[in-house]
T-cell receptor, first 112, second 112 residues
Framework: DAKTTQPPSMDCAEGRAANLPCNHS???????VYWYRQIHSQGPQYIIH???NNETNEMASLIITEDRKSSTLILPHATLRDTAVYYC?????????????FGQGTELSVKP | NAGVTQTPKFQVLKTGQSMTLQCAQD?????MSWYRQDPGMGLRLIHY???????DQGEVPNGYNVSRSTTEDFPLRLLSAAPSQTSVYFC???????????FGPGTRLTVT
């Protein structure tokens, strides 16, 4: 699985968009980009995933560059409850036996 | 659905003791995994299973055993606890062909 690089920490003002970047320059053609977050000491929570196209769900949007070497997770209107560690993970799609390889993630602090 | 459940929530062991961390899921997921998370670090994969009777090693398998006799249960055994195994342990499950991994609430283990 390709490695990812994320900034260790970011701040965001409440109500503003939070844009979390991720570099995955060695991504292969059949590898997806996944985002999970971990609030406080809870188990990680799935947010969104994508292969090539931009994706949006009720939690966030995922923008993947055309060369697929980087992506951005967007939380459109960040709230205090979005304060968490966000993990960007690259792996081949769903038939991977439940393997997720986590990096250090980005610690997002949403401030009033 | 209860989702992914883990017991116990907290455990203190003395060096050399053995114990089993329990994990169960009621979503009929084929894939199950165990991770550990040390303070300030991302999660690391210990062992995983793609179905009943099949297990494989992850990134940090030494000192741990697993078995998968049923789809629902995936216990993690510490053979002879060491202080280096002090960590938070998360269990997760995933449907084959799916993209979302579901995590349990974690077991906080301290080895003295």
């Amino acid at each position: 699985d390709a490695k990812t690089t994320q900034p260790p920490s970011m701040d965001c003002a409440e109500g503003r968009a939070a844009n979390l970047p991720c570099n995955h320059s060695t991504i292969s053609g059949n590898e997806y980009v996944y985002w999970y977050r971990q609030i406080h000491s809870q188990g990680p929570q799935y947010i969104i995933h994508g292969l090539k196209n931009n994706e949006t769900n009720e939690m966030a949007s995922l923008i993947i560059t055309e060369d697929r070497k980087s992506s951005t997770l967007i939380l459109p209107h960040a709230t205090l409850r979005d304060t968490a560690v966000y993990y960007c993970i690259v792996r081949v799609g769903g038939n991977q036996g439940g393997k997720l390889i986590f990096g250090q993630g980005t610690e997002l602090s949403v401030k009033p | 659905n209860a989702g992914v459940t883990q017991t116990p929530k907290f455990q203190v062991l003395k060096t050399g003791q053995s114990m089993t961390l329990q994990c169960a899921q009621d979503m009929n997921h084929e894939y199950m995994s165990w991770y550990r998370q040390d303070p300030g670090m991302g999660l690391r994969l210990i062992h995983y299973s793609v179905g009943a009777g099949i297990t494989d090693q992850g990134e940090v398998p030494n000192g741990y055993n697993v078995s998968r006799s049923t789809t629902e249960d995936f216990p993690l055994r510490l053979l002879s606890a060491a202080p280096s195994q002090t960590s938070v342990y998360f269990c997760a499950s995933e449907n084959s062909g799916g993209h979302e991994q579901y995590f349990g609430p974690g077991t906080r283990l301290t080895v003295t």
